[in-house]
């Protein structure tokens, strides 16, 4: 595994890693079995990595993180609850009628492909912020 970082902060390092690893292990046939604990587990791999960076003063650092990936974690279902509103209260689909219905149903797929994008996202930004909370814990 290759990360190009440039002239980055150890904190984009550690990031840029577990984002990198959790990536591959998503790519992996058994995500959808196994891929719950995965990600709890690059999560607090990442909080304990930041932990260990920052010492005795990781607390709030820690405390900075959960709030950002709590933000992030909301900032996804928002958008994807939007998105999917639009989409769905005939914004997209109403143009579309008639004798095209493949590219309604491609659309359809689009956008749920989209949902689903923002949802795991959402989802991944839960987890980094209960695996920061948690490592501000003696």
Avoid: Y
Wanted: a positive charge; proline letters at 1%; one cysteine or more.
């Amino acid at each position: 595994m290759r990360v190009k970082v440039g002239k980055a902060s150890a904190e984009t390092v550690i990031a840029k890693l577990c984002a990198e690893g959790l990536s591959f292990l998503h790519g992996l046939t058994t995500w959808s079995h196994f891929g719950k604990g995965w990600g709890r587990r690059v999560a607090a791999c990442e909080a304990l990595a930041i932990k260990m960076l920052h010492g005795d003063l990781a607390g709030p650092v820690l405390e900075r993180k959960a709030q950002e990936a709590r933000k992030s974690a909301n900032k996804n279902i928002a958008t994807g609850a939007i998105g999917g509103a639009a989409a769905s209260q005939g914004g997209v689909f109403h143009h579309f009628g008639g004798g095209q219905l493949w590219l309604t149903v491609a659309i359809g797929v689009a956008v749920g492909l989209c949902l689903g994008i923002m949802i795991w996202r959402a989802w991944r930004q839960a987890q980094r912020a209960a695996a920061f909370k948690e490592a501000v814990k003696p």
